[in-house]
């Protein structure tokens, strides 16, 4: 007898409203009491970056999902997810205080959370990336990809300090292109099943 | 009973085919738990060949994706657990959008042909490219397939993040090495560069040679005035050898022209050359003025240089002002004892007129070398005017000191206010006049055009040129209170 089980990853289970979901973060023993390294600050805010320019009410949809979540203890209101991604060291007001590990478990799963709902737009997106770099086209020739990246470099200069070295490497717009190219293909595997545990240990490589 | 478990997404479906470990409970779950596993298919949209295999290539299909998986998301490498065995299955990256699944054809890897080509078609590592998407898509297979508690739930997804030591090969040594390798090749580059800047010489003052521009028509001049400004270098020995030497030429040579020119050039040529005319009057007594020559001082011919110099015209003055002046002055600089001889040398005039070998030479010379002399001299005699003698007589010197300060008061100006007193020392003559004088202050150096001092002495100097400091002189201080008032005393007092 076989018995065939057909799991579409749009099938998994529904967001858990509860801050459990961050229990199965587990945080690395030296990360226990310490606060987020600088590349998973970096990375975090970009990955939310990313997704606003996605969706262009990222920003309301983070904070909205932070209630669902329940995760409105630590991501409380506009200006507190503000000051929480100015904790991104290429910002322009970059915070002097860091991220610390439970605010940056709930920002991880908000952002995998919205990714997965954006699943298919990221899958489009990357193979007309795909089709078109074979082509050797211009990314005007996909509308909605464009768009994307259009949004992105928009976001990216208005919010980061062009003084810093960091950005001065993404002075122009390929090198832009790129990095907005290769965080989607990162959203696309935070969509995964086991999506959300591979991000957040991500961010910790090379730092344990 | 034989189990199949497949997880299918748009370009990968891994297909699992297994055992229950059926022991005991008899009745039939639905999903039973297959925890046996005995074929692994991964069949990858694109490519023909299905890759098949046991649990060996499904754990290492496991272990490579779910690291690779965590390479694209961090950037930071994760190798696996090296143990000399290259792993059945490995990912690389081969750029942003491609990345290549390379599977060994060994162990219990099948890889199912088409029957075109036999099982025992090649040893070569199948390779497969796949872009992000379809990475991605093996990616979540494999995630689902963690997540699947009924199958093989031994094997869980368990991702850990690499450390730091390994996490340093991030960056390629080429990169890392790149800064301090620019560093010293800069400094390597500067370093050559000012190889080639020469390195600055350091500039010795230089003797104050014969400058035959300056007053290219008598030679001795030039000599003189050469050596009166003193080129202590020359030995004696060469003097003295010399004098043969040039004394011939003088006698070859007639025309005082003809001479001038041989001087000349012997002065470009060898240094030496001043000697030769020196001996060139007494060349009968040779034997005496080479030998005070080299210890002839300067102090001593002043007395005879007062003698000579009032006559300027010197055609018809004997070769004796040649050998006076001459002869003191190549030695001028050496400091010394035989005044006495060196009277001597330049006393016999009737000596060297009655030799008078080169008589045409010696009425050039006395025109222009006093002159030359005086000129030389009086600078030095500001200096160390020790050098020429010294009046010492009391009465004398009362006397000098009330014409002195007379004639101060005569041409100084009518109201004179300096900020502190002026403080001069000066020289006077036997007659009187002003032979020199110097500011022993600042405020006397800064205020000098204020006195009648120079007044005095340019007035004065015209009339008796030439001689300068071979003639005794008196000192006398001269102090200018702060409210214009001369006083003037002797420098060393009244003895």
């Known amino acids: 007898m076989k018995v065939s089980a057909n799991v579409m990853y749009l099938d998994s289970p529904p967001a858990q409203s509860n801050p459990v979901i961050l229990d199965s973060l587990p945080v690395p023993a030296t990360f226990e009491d310490r606060e987020m390294p600088r590349r998973a600050r970096l990375q975090i805010d970009l990955i939310l970056l990313a997704i606003e320019a996605l969706d262009i009410g990222g920003s309301e949809a983070i904070l909205t999902l932070a209630a669902e979540l329940e995760l409105q203890d630590i991501i409380k209101n506009r200006v507190n997810l503000w000051r929480l991604r100015s904790t991104n060291p290429l910002r322009r007001y970059s915070q002097r205080r860091s991220l610390t590990v439970l605010e940056a478990k709930a920002l991880v799963a908000i952002a995998c959370y919205l990714a997965r709902r954006m699943t298919v737009l990221i899958r489009q997106l990357l193979l007309a990336y795909q089709q078109i770099s074979d082509k050797q086209l211009s990314m005007e020739h996909h509308f909605r990809l464009s768009e994307y990246l259009e949004r992105f470099r928009k976001h990216f200069r208005s919010r980061m300090n062009p003084r810093r070295s960091g950005v001065l490497a993404y002075s122009s717009d390929e090198k832009l292109n790129e990095l907005a190219i290769s965080l989607l293909g990162e959203l696309l595997f935070c969509t995964g099943t086991g999506g959300m545990q591979r991000f957040w240990s991500s961010l910790f490589d090379g730092e344990v | ?495």
């Not at chain 2, 950037?75 to 390379?102: E, T």
């Not at chain 2, 035959?212 to 000599?223: H, K």
């Open chain 2, 1 to 495: 009973m034989t189990i199949q478990r497949q997880y299918s997404l748009p370009n990968c479906t891994l297909l699992l085919e297994g055992l229950s470990d059926t022991t005991g409970s008899g009745q039939i779950d639905v999903r039973p738990i297959m925890s046996i596993l005995v074929n692994a298919e991964c069949r990858i949209a694109g490519s023909p060949l299905p890759l098949t295999g046991g649990r060996e290539f499904f754990e290492s299909l496991l272990g490579a994706v779910s690291r690779y998986a965590q390479e694209f998301l961090s950037g930071v490498p994760h190798f696996p657990n090296l143990d000399n065995v290259q792993p059945l299955v490995q990912l690389r990256r081969i750029n942003r959008n491609l990345h290549r699944l390379i599977v060994q054809r060994r162990g219990d890897v099948h890889v199912m042909s088409n029957g075109l080509t036999g099982n025992t078609a090649s040893t070569a590592p199948i390779e497969i490219d796949l872009t992000t998407v379809q990475l991605f898509d093996l990616v979540e297979a494999v995630d689902q397939f963690f997540a699947d508690s009924q199958t093989l739930p031994t094997l869980s997804l368990q991702v850990t993040p690499v450390e730091r030591r390994y996490a340093n090969a991030d960056q390629p040594i080429v990169k890392r090495a790149a800064p301090a390798a620019i560093g010293v090749s800069s400094l390597a580059v500067a370093a050559i560069a000012l190889f080639f800047v020469p390195v600055p010489e350091v500039q010795k003052p230089k003797d104050p040679l014969p400058r035959p521009a300056a007053n290219s028509l008598d030679t001795t001049t030039g000599v003189s005035g050469q050596v009166a400004t003193g080129s202590p270098p020359r030995s004696p020995s060469a003097v003295g050898s010399e004098t043969v030497s040039s004394s011939s030429i003088a006698s070859e040579t007639t025309s005082p022209s003809s001479i001038t020119s041989e001087t000349a050039s012997s002065i470009t040529t060898e240094t030496a050359s001043p000697s030769p005319v020196v001996s060139e009057t007494p060349s009968p007594i040779a034997s005496e003025t080479a030998s005070p020559s080299p210890v002839a001082s300067e102090t001593s011919p002043s007395p005879i240089a007062s003698e000579t110099s009032p006559s300027p015209v010197a055609s018809e003055t004997s070769p004796s002002p040649v050998a006076s002046e001459t002869s003191p002055s190549p030695v001028a600089s050496e400091t010394a004892s035989s005044s006495p001889v060196a009277l001597e040398t330049a006393s016999p005039s009737p000596v060297s007129s009655e030799t008078a070998s080169p008589s045409p030479v010696a009425s050039e010379t006395p025109s222009t070398s006093p002159s030359e002399i005086t000129a030389t001299s009086t600078t030095e005699s500001v200096g160390n005017s020790e050098l020429s003698s010294e009046i010492t007589d009391p009465i004398a010197l009362r006397d000098l000191n009330r014409r002195l300060h007379r004639q101060i008061l005569e041409n100084k100006q009518e109201k004179l206010r300096f900020p502190r007193q002026l403080i001069y020392r000066v020289a006077v003559r036997p007659d009187g006049t002003v032979a020199d004088y110097e500011g022993r202050n600042q405020s006397a150096i800064d205020y000098v055009n204020e006195t009648p001092l120079p007044k005095l002495k340019t007035s004065t100097t015209a009339t008796v040129s030439g001689t300068g400091s071979q003639e005794p002189v008196a000192y006398y201080k001269v102090v200018f209170t702060p409210r214009g008032v001369p006083q003037v005393s002797p420098w060393r007092g009244y003895r």
